[in-house]
C-alpha cells in the first residue's frame, strides 16, 4: 500500500480537530497554515462567544424530543478554520444557536451579542459585528426562517422585553482561548456534550464520556494543531440513565423537533 503523501497526513490530522472531509481539509493544508487562528481580537471575541452560545445551544437539544442525554448533543458538526470561519450546524441547531447570539433583552439585562446583524446568502448565512463575521453553512433562506422562528416562540416563551438594540458588549475573558477551542470544537465530537467557559486566566473545558483527558491534552500540545493557552480539562464519566420520561413529553411546536439545516420528514417538521 502507497504511502500517504505528508499534505494527507496533515489533512487527516487536522480533520480530527475540525471535522472536515478531505476536499475541505487538503486544499487548506496545501494553502496555508495547517490550522490557522483568528487574527484579529473582534474576530477572537466573536469565535468565543459562539462557542459558549453552542454549548448553551446543545443543552437545548438535549431537551428536545426525544429528550436524551445519552446520546451526543453538540451545535457544531464541522469548523473550517480559515480566514472566514465556517460552521456547519448539526440538525436543529440553528434556532438555539441564534437564540443565545442574537441580541435581546430579558429580565433587565442586555443578552446576546450587542450589535450582531445578519446578512443572508444563496446557501449560507453570515453573522456579523463591524469588524468580525462567521458564517453559517448550508443554511439558506428557508432554513434562516424557521430558525428565527424558533427565536421568536423563545422570545415569547422567556419573556424577552425587546430585541431593538439590545444584547451585551461585555467582553470575553481569555477570547483567544474560546477561539481556538472552537477551530478545534471536533475533538469532542464523541462526547455527549461540552461545556466550556473562561475562568480566570484560563478556559475550563468538561465532557462526559468520549476522549479521555490524556488523549485531549496530547492533541492540544500537537506542535502543529495544537495550542498553547491555557485551558483546564475534566472529563466525565457517561451518563448511564437517561432523563425523566416527563421531559419527554414537553410540548415542543412541533416543527422545532425536526432538523433546521437537514430535516427529517417523519420527525414532524415541514420542509420548507
Given at each position: 500500500?502507497?504511502?500517504?503523501?505528508?499534505?494527507?497526513?496533515?489533512?487527516?490530522?487536522?480533520?480530527?480537530?475540525?471535522?472536515?472531509?478531505?476536499?475541505?481539509?487538503?486544499?487548506?493544508?496545501?494553502?496555508?497554515?495547517?490550522?490557522?487562528?483568528?487574527?484579529?481580537?473582534?474576530?477572537?471575541?466573536?469565535?468565543?462567544?459562539?462557542?459558549?452560545?453552542?454549548?448553551?445551544?446543545?443543552?437545548?437539544?438535549?431537551?428536545?424530543?426525544?429528550?436524551?442525554?445519552?446520546?451526543?448533543?453538540?451545535?457544531?458538526?464541522?469548523?473550517?478554520?480559515?480566514?472566514?470561519?465556517?460552521?456547519?450546524?448539526?440538525?436543529?441547531?440553528?434556532?438555539?444557536?441564534?437564540?443565545?447570539?442574537?441580541?435581546?433583552?430579558?429580565?433587565?439585562y442586555g443578552m446576546g451579542v450587542a450589535g450582531l446583524a445578519h446578512r443572508q446568502y444563496r446557501r449560507s448565512a453570515e453573522l456579523t459585528t463591524s469588524d468580525a463575521g462567521v458564517v453559517?453553512?448550508?443554511?439558506?433562506?428557508?432554513?434562516?426562517?424557521?430558525?428565527?422562528?424558533?427565536?421568536?416562540?423563545?422570545?415569547e416563551f422567556r419573556g424577552v422585553e425587546h430585541t431593538d438594540g439590545g444584547g451585551s458588549d461585555e467582553q470575553t475573558p481569555e477570547a483567544a482561548t474560546g477561539s481556538a477551542l472552537l477551530?478545534?470544537?471536533?475533538?469532542?465530537?464523541?462526547?455527549?456534550?461540552?461545556?466550556?467557559?473562561?475562568?480566570?486566566?484560563?478556559?475550563?473545558?468538561?465532557?462526559?464520556?468520549?476522549?479521555?483527558?490524556?488523549?485531549?491534552?496530547?492533541?492540544?500540545?500537537?506542535?502543529?494543531?495544537?495550542?498553547?493557552?491555557?485551558?483546564?480539562?475534566?472529563?466525565?464519566?457517561?451518563?448511564?440513565?437517561?432523563?425523566?420520561?416527563?421531559?419527554?413529553?414537553?410540548?415542543?411546536?412541533?416543527?422545532?423537533?425536526?432538523?433546521?439545516?437537514?430535516?427529517?420528514?417523519?420527525?414532524?417538521?415541514?420542509?420548507?
Amino acid at each position: 500500500m502507497a504511502r500517504l503523501s505528508i499534505t494527507d497526513q496533515l489533512a487527516d490530522l487536522r480533520r480530527t480537530y475540525t471535522g472536515e472531509n478531505l476536499s475541505q481539509a487538503v486544499p487548506a493544508v496545501r494553502d496555508g497554515e495547517p490550522l490557522p487562528g483568528a487574527t484579529s481580537e473582534a474576530q477572537r471575541q466573536l469565535e468565543a462567544k459562539v462557542l459558549l452560545a453552542g454549548c448553551a445551544a446543545a443543552s437545548m437539544l438535549q431537551l428536545m424530543p426525544p429528550a436524551s442525554i445519552i446520546k451526543p448533543a453538540h451545535a457544531f458538526r464541522t469548523v473550517e478554520p480559515g480566514e472566514t470561519l465556517k460552521l456547519h450546524l448539526n440538525d436543529r441547531a440553528l434556532g438555539p444557536l441564534l437564540f443565545e447570539l442574537l441580541p435581546r433583552t430579558e429580565a433587565g439585562y442586555g443578552m446576546g451579542v450587542a450589535g450582531l446583524a445578519h446578512r443572508q446568502y444563496r446557501r449560507s448565512a453570515e453573522l456579523t459585528t463591524s469588524d468580525a463575521g462567521v458564517v453559517l453553512v448550508g443554511v439558506d433562506e428557508n432554513a434562516w426562517d424557521l430558525g428565527m422562528r424558533y427565536v421568536r416562540w423563545m422570545h415569547e416563551f422567556r419573556g424577552v422585553e425587546h430585541t431593538d438594540g439590545g444584547g451585551s458588549d461585555e467582553q470575553t475573558p481569555e477570547a483567544a482561548t474560546g477561539s481556538a477551542l472552537l477551530r478545534r470544537v471536533h475533538l469532542w465530537h464523541d462526547a455527549s456534550w461540552l461545556r466550556a467557559l473562561p475562568l480566570g486566566t484560563a478556559w475550563f473545558v468538561e465532557w462526559p464520556g468520549g476522549p479521555q483527558e490524556d488523549e485531549i491534552r496530547q492533541k492540544l500540545a500537537h506542535p502543529t494543531f495544537g495550542t498553547s493557552l491555557e485551558i483546564t480539562l475534566r472529563r466525565a464519566e457517561a451518563p448511564t440513565q437517561d432523563v425523566d420520561r416527563a421531559m419527554r413529553t414537553y410540548p415542543w411546536p412541533e416543527e422545532f423537533v425536526s432538523a433546521v439545516t437537514a430535516g427529517e420528514p417523519d420527525q414532524g417538521s415541514a420542509r420548507r
